[in-house]
């Protein structure tokens, strides 16, 4: 339950910072380099809570800053909308405030107990320190944070997690400083503040595969094939193979996937064979020449690559297919609208390394299926089989020259009459 209100005068000032929904954990990870092991794909939404044990200051201090301060990585896009200040037992509602447009209020018992700006990809938050105060006694209700994140393209992958960092500045003592009530300063470096930092790592991976003929040496690499990755089965990428004939997924949570061919490649037939592939941070492999993998996306579906939609578009910002599962087709209507792959930059890998310890190579996080998919050419007949092919030839032709036999036999009986 939220926002216990008594606040022991021998604790100190920290704050905590959870995950609360939106990751899954991935198992691969060591607990020497993160005992959460938190993973999520592109397109997810993370929920996150701060948890703030509150400083207590004496009535007569000047210096009572509670001031909070959020920062994400490139590749966390913050949904500032989603900002929520919660106390139990007690409504708080947010206006806009009077003297600047950008500062969102929350207000609490008709008093503002916080202030909020956004900023670059994060937020300022700045509590009004005295309307948090209870009774005389000096007892404070103790507020959490929540707000939402999206995992976009620029995330990293691999050992490199993505981060989401909230530190926690207040007054070291409290009869001097400066008293930060307005979200728009900055209270980094003050010597007269103290600091508590915690932060949440999520980490994204990419899956590879190589397109090839048939021929059992030397096969030949074939651009233009077309494949959908699945998971429980949902469609979650699209994507092209390329010259070299590779392929490589945008950002994926660890777990197993399915690789299946949609469309061959000019002049072959389509494998429709299902080839399982699991993205983990355990065992990884670098793809040394390669580009980004991102996508244009499109709400009309005319205008994208092959049709298939592929996620949905809230605010021109992609989320996953499932993200809007449990909500209403009515509310879904209203809000969100189905995401087409418009235009897609399909890396240029050409040379792959298995790395079995991703922690010796940085670029590791690219997990590549462990066999080429071959295809037939269209003129070629199929191998499997191929004796029982060739008896069902030789058998087919002996019925049609026995058929032969008696009908020309037949003509020679009816001219003899």
């Known amino acids: 339950m939220y926002g216990a209100t008594a606040v022991a005068k021998s604790t100190s000032p920290d704050i905590r910072k959870e995950i609360t929904g939106g990751t899954e954990e991935d198992t691969t990870i060591p607990d020497t380099v993160d005992k959460e092991k938190r993973t999520a794909s592109v397109g997810d939404k993370i929920d996150f809570a701060l948890t703030p044990t509150v400083p207590r200051y004496p009535v007569e201090a000047i210096n009572k800053t509670f001031f909070i301060a959020d920062t994400m990585d490139t590749g966390l896009t913050f949904d500032y909308s989603t900002l929520t200040v919660a106390i139990s037992d007690k409504e708080i509602t947010t206006r806009t405030a009077t003297d600047d447009n950008k500062v969102t209020e929350f207000v609490m ?110 096969p030949k690499p074939l651009a233009g094939a077309i494949f959908g990755i699945y ?30 061919e949609l469309a061959a490649p000019d002049g072959y037939t389509l494998n429709t064979r299902e080839y399982p592939i699991t993205a983990t941070w355990a065992t990884a492999t670098t793809v040394v020449t390669g580009e980004a993998t991102k996508c244009t996306y499109t709400s009309v579906a005319s205008e994208s690559l092959d049709g298939v939609q592929v996620g949905w578009l809230k605010n021109n910002q992609f989320y996953a297919m499932d993200e809007f599962t449990n909500e209403s087709p009515e509310v879904v209507k209203k809000t969100v609208v189905p995401a087409y792959v418009k235009q897609k930059e399909t890396s240029r890998s050409e040379n792959v390394t298995v790395v079995t310890n991703p922690e010796a190579d940085a670029n590791a996080g690219v997990s590549m299926l462990d066999v080429n998919i071959p295809n037939t050419k269209l003129t070629s007949l199929p191998s499997t089989g191929g004796m029982g092919t060739m008896i069902f030839t030789v058998a087919g032709c002996l019925i049609m020259i026995v058929a032969a036999g008696f009908y020309f036999s037949g003509r020679k009986k009816t001219a003899a009459k």
Request: proline letters at 3%.
């Open 231 to 260: 998971k429980d089965g949902n469609l979650v990428d699209v994507v092209t193979t390329n010259d070299k004939g590779f392929a490589e997924s945008t950002l994926v949570k660890a777990g197993t996937y399915i690789v299946k």
């Open 109 to 218: 018992d008709n008093r503002v107990i916080a202030k909020s700006v956004e900023t670059t990809n994060g937020f300022k938050l700045a509590f009004q320190y005295e309307n948090l105060v209870i009774d005389e006694k000096g007892e404070v209700y103790v507020p959490t944070i929540s707000y939402s994140a999206i995992v976009n393209q620029d995330a990293t992958f691999g050992k490199v997690p993505n981060t989401n960092d909230v530190v926690l500045y207040y007054a070291n003592q409290s009869n001097q400083g400066h008293e930060y009530k307005n979200p728009n300063e900055d209270p980094q470096g003050d010597k007269d503040l103290s600091e508590k930092r915690d932060e949440k790592k999520v980490y994204t991976y990419r899956l590879a595969f190589l397109k090839t003929d048939d021929a059992t040496e030397n």
